[in-house]
């Protein structure tokens, strides 16, 4: 299966394609992607939920960039399997600059589809496939603008990695002159990272980048401010009521009144503030 297309992105060509290769950003604008895990240079472990129709379910696969001329042209490779079946697809991107600030960006897919899902049609999976590209690149573009992404991203799980150093021997200091390497403090090396003779180990932890959960529905919030606003409101009724029929010289009808009119205000300001969010 063969699928083309365009999108116009809002950036220089540069900025483009230096986002394309940010896992950081593929993790959260590739659809379905839930965790990305390094696997070597411009490779990367995914899990993705995706189908089409019916057939939906987890695909664990990899992900890897290739054929890089960076910064006008690049080869995705992307398999994976699951319970939907198999999909394994090359893609390739290339850019080029628009002339106003905007870069054009041209992708070519050549996939091969099998399982359940292949069983689709090919006119489907297309159609599928094109949508997923378009919802990949406005994600994208909402990225290089700044605009809110369709899910929320504060920054991903990441576990750095120790790199070795080499030891060499310090050299002799001046007379009178502080020791070398005094400037920066060193940070104690955690247990079980350093071999004999104190040289650093690498780590074996690869970088992992995962998906933030998606904000509740705005629907969802308006209800849930709503029902928080009614039970404050009908707290300080009670207690309105209380406090006037308690009181020596208390009204307690007035107390009721008092409580029924902060619970109308409490239901007011919890449908307000559930409406700003």
């Given at each position: 299966?063969?699928?083309?297309?365009?999108?116009?992105?809002?950036?220089?060509?540069?900025?483009?394609?230096?986002?394309?290769?940010?896992?950081?950003?593929?993790?959260?604008?590739?659809?379905?992607?839930?965790?990305?895990?390094?696997?070597?240079?411009?490779?990367?472990?995914?899990?993705?939920?995706?189908?089409?129709?019916?057939?939906?379910?987890?695909?664990?696969?990899?992900?890897?960039?290739?054929?890089?001329?960076?910064?006008?042209?690049?080869?995705?490779?992307?398999?994976?399997?699951?319970?939907?079946?198999?999909?394994?697809?090359?893609?390739?991107?290339?850019?080029?600059?628009?002339?106003?600030?905007?870069?054009?960006?041209?992708?070519?897919?050549?996939?091969?589809?099998?399982?359940?899902?292949?069983?689709?049609?090919?006119?489907?999976?297309?159609?599928?496939?094109?949508?997923?590209?378009?919802?990949?690149?406005?994600?994208?573009?909402?990225?290089?603008?700044?605009?809110?992404?369709p899910v929320a991203a504060p920054p991903p799980v990441q576990v750095p990695v120790r790199v070795p150093v080499q030891a060499q021997a310090p050299a002799p200091a001046p007379v009178g002159a502080p020791p070398a390497g005094t400037q920066p403090t060193a940070t104690p090396e955690p247990a079980g990272t350093q071999a004999a003779?104190?040289?650093?180990?690498?780590?074996?932890?690869?970088?992992?980048?995962?998906?933030?959960?998606?904000?509740?529905?705005?629907?969802?919030?308006?209800?849930?401010?709503?029902?928080?606003?009614?039970?404050?409101?009908?707290?300080?009724?009670?207690?309105?009521?209380?406090?006037?029929?308690?009181?020596?010289?208390?009204?307690?009808?007035?107390?009721?009144?008092?409580?029924?009119?902060?619970?109308?205000?409490?239901?007011?300001?919890?449908?307000?503030?559930?409406?700003?969010?």
């Open positions: 299966m063969k699928v083309s297309g365009t999108a116009v992105l809002h950036g220089p060509v540069e900025t483009v394609y230096a986002v394309l290769n940010d896992p950081a950003v593929l993790v959260r604008t590739i659809p379905g992607c839930e965790r990305l895990e390094q696997a070597g240079a411009d490779a990367y472990r995914a899990t993705v939920t995706a189908g089409v129709a019916s057939i939906k379910g987890s695909f664990s696969g990899a992900i890897r960039l290739s054929d890089q001329r960076p910064p006008h042209s690049l080869v995705l490779c992307a398999s994976g399997a699951g319970a939907p079946g198999t999909v394994s697809a090359d893609v390739t991107v290339t850019l080029a600059e628009n002339g106003d600030g905007t870069t054009l960006l041209s992708y070519d897919a050549d996939a091969v589809v099998g399982g359940m899902i292949g069983g689709v049609g090919q006119r489907v999976l297309a159609s599928v496939a094109k949508k997923t590209a378009g919802e990949f690149f406005s994600a994208v573009d909402a990225v290089l603008t700044g605009e809110p992404a003779g104190g040289q650093p180990q690498p780590s074996t932890q690869p970088l992992v980048y995962t998906r933030p959960p998606a904000p509740a529905p705005a629907g969802q919030r308006s209800a849930r401010d709503l029902v928080l606003g009614l039970v404050s409101g009908a707290g300080v009724t009670l207690l309105g009521a209380l406090v006037g029929g308690l009181r020596p010289d208390g009204d307690f009808a007035l107390g009721v009144t008092a409580g029924a009119g902060v619970a109308l205000l409490g239901a007011v300001v919890g449908g307000l503030v559930a409406g700003r969010r």
